[in-house]
C-alpha cells in the first residue's frame, strides 16, 4: 500500500472544486456596513427573553399590591436591562480590525473573551437579578399567604437554578482555559489570559 | 494580543480597496470555496461563511500596506473568519473538536467502505479536518492549499517546527488509515 505523498494529497484536495460564488460588489459593501446587525440576530434570543422579563415585571409592578413586589419588580426589570447590556457589550463579535492578526492570536484572543464572560457569568447575569428576586420574593410571602416553609422551599427552588447556571457556565470557562493552556503549550506565547 | 494596533485605520482608498478585493477573489476564489468545505460540513451554513469570508476580505482591505503578501494576508482573514463562525457555531460542531494529538486515539473510526477509491480518500481527509480544532485545522487547510511550511507559520503564528510537526503527524494519520483501506486513485 502506498501512503500518500504530497503531490498526491493536494491534488486530491483541490480536485472537483465547485468554486466561490462571488457575490457583487455592491453586496458586499451593504453587508460590510450593517455587519453589527449580524451580532445583534445573533443575540436576538437573549434581547427578547430580557423584553419579556420587562414586560411580564412592568406588569406586575402596576398590577400587585405592596411595596415588596412593586419594589421587587422595578429592580428585577433593571437587572433584566443590566443584564442585557452587558450581554451586547461581553458579545465577541466580528472585528475587521483583528481578523488581520496571526490566526493564533485572533483565535486566543476570541477563547479568552469568550472565558472571561462565562466565568463572570455570577456577577453580570445572576447578581444583578439578586436583590429584585429577593425583594419579590419577600414581598410573596404576605401576598400568597406563605409559611416559613414555603418560602424557604421558593428561595431553595431558586437557588438550585441559579447555582446550576454558575456551575454550567463554570465549567464550560474550565474548558475554555484547557483549551487556552494548550494552545500556550504549543509554543510559548505573548499574552495573559 | 498586541497586533490589532499595529494596523492603519484606512491604509488605502477605496478604490484601491475594491481592485484588491477583486485581485483576491479572483486569485483565491476556489481555494477560500475549499476552506470553507474544511470548516462546515452544512452546505447552506459553507454558503453564509463563504460570503462573511468575502465581507471580511473586502473590509480588510481598507487597512492593506503591504507589510505581507497578499496570500498571507487573505488567508489570515479568511481563517480568522471562518474560526469565528466555528466559534458562532460551536453547540452544534464542538463535541467534536479535537487535537491531531488526541484525534490518533480515535483513529479505528469507521471509513467509508463502499465508494469510489478517490472518494473514500477525500473522506478520509475531510473526517480527520472536520473533526480538528481551529488551529490544527489551519495548519492542515493551508499545507493541503499547497502553502509553504515559512508562510504557514507566519500565517497562523506558530513556528516552522510546530507546523512541520503537525504536517508530519497528519500524513502518518493518513498513511496508517490508506493501509488499512487499501490505495486511493
Given at each position: 500500500m502506498t501512503p500518500p505523498d504530497d503531490l498526491e494529497l493536494r491534488r486530491l484536495w483541490q480536485r472537483g472544486d465547485a468554486g466561490l460564488t462571488p457575490l457583487p460588489l455592491a453586496e458586499v459593501k451593504r453587508r460590510a456596513a450593517t455587519f453589527g446587525d449580524v451580532v445583534a440576530r445573533r443575540n436576538r434570543r437573549e434581547y427578547v427573553a430580557v423584553a419579556v422579563v420587562i414586560v411580564i415585571f412592568g406588569v406586575y409592578a402596576v398590577l400587585f399590591p405592596g411595596l415588596l413586589l412593586k419594589l421587587g419588580s422595578l429592580l428585577i426589570m433593571a437587572g433584566a436591562a443590566f443584564v442585557g447590556w452587558q450581554l451586547a457589550r461581553r458579545t465577541s463579535r466580528p472585528d475587521p480590525e483583528a481578523e488581520i492578526a496571526d490566526i493564533r492570536s485572533f483565535y486566543r484572543a476570541r477563547l479568552v473573551t469568550e472565558e472571561h464572560m462565562l466565568a463572570r457569568v455570577g456577577r453580570w447575569y445572576l447578581a444583578p437579578l439578586v436583590p429584585g428576586l429577593a425583594a419579590f420574593l419577600a414581598g410573596l410571602v404576605p401576598a400568597a399567604h406563605l409559611g416559613p416553609l414555603g418560602f424557604a422551599l421558593l428561595v431553595l427552588a431558586h437557588a438550585v437554578v441559579f447555582l446550576g447556571i454558575w456551575l454550567l457556565n463554570r465549567r464550560a470557562a474550565a474548558r475554555l482555559r484547557a483549551q487556552i493552556a494548550r494552545l500556550d503549550a504549543t509554543q510559548s506565547y505573548e499574552g495573559e489570559i | 494580543m498586541g497586533m490589532r494596533h499595529e494596523f492603519p485605520e484606512q491604509a488605502v482608498d477605496e478604490d484601491e480597496q475594491d481592485r484588491r478585493f477583486a485581485e483576491a477573489i479572483t486569485r483565491f476564489g476556489p481555494a477560500l470555496a475549499r476552506m470553507a468545505r474544511g470548516y462546515e460540513a452544512d452546505p447552506d451554513l459553507r454558503r453564509d461563511l463563504e460570503q462573511d469570508v468575502q465581507v471580511a476580505l473586502w473590509q480588510s482591505f481598507a487597512r492593506f500596506?503591504?507589510?505581507?503578501?497578499l496570500s498571507s494576508w487573505v488567508w489570515r482573514v479568511a481563517h480568522n473568519r471562518a474560526t469565528s463562525h466555528m466559534i458562532a457555531h460551536r453547540r452544534r460542531n464542538a463535541p467534536g473538536w479535537t487535537s491531531l494529538d488526541e484525534i490518533a486515539l480515535a483513529d479505528d473510526a469507521p471509513s467509508p467502505h463502499d465508494t469510489a477509491a478517490s472518494e473514500q480518500a477525500m473522506d478520509l481527509i475531510l473526517s480527520i479536518i472536520d473533526r480538528l480544532d481551529p488551529p490544527d485545522r489551519q495548519i492542515l487547510l493551508l499545507y493541503l492549499e499547497g502553502v509553504s511550511g515559512a508562510d504557514t507559520a507566519a500565517i497562523t503564528g506558530v513556528s516552522a517546527d510546530v507546523v512541520a510537526a503537525r504536517i508530519h503527524r497528519f500524513k502518518s494519520m493518513l498513511a496508517r488509515r490508506f493501509a488499512r483501506e487499501g490505495e486511493f486513485a
Open positions: - | 500596506d503591504g507589510r505581507c503578501s
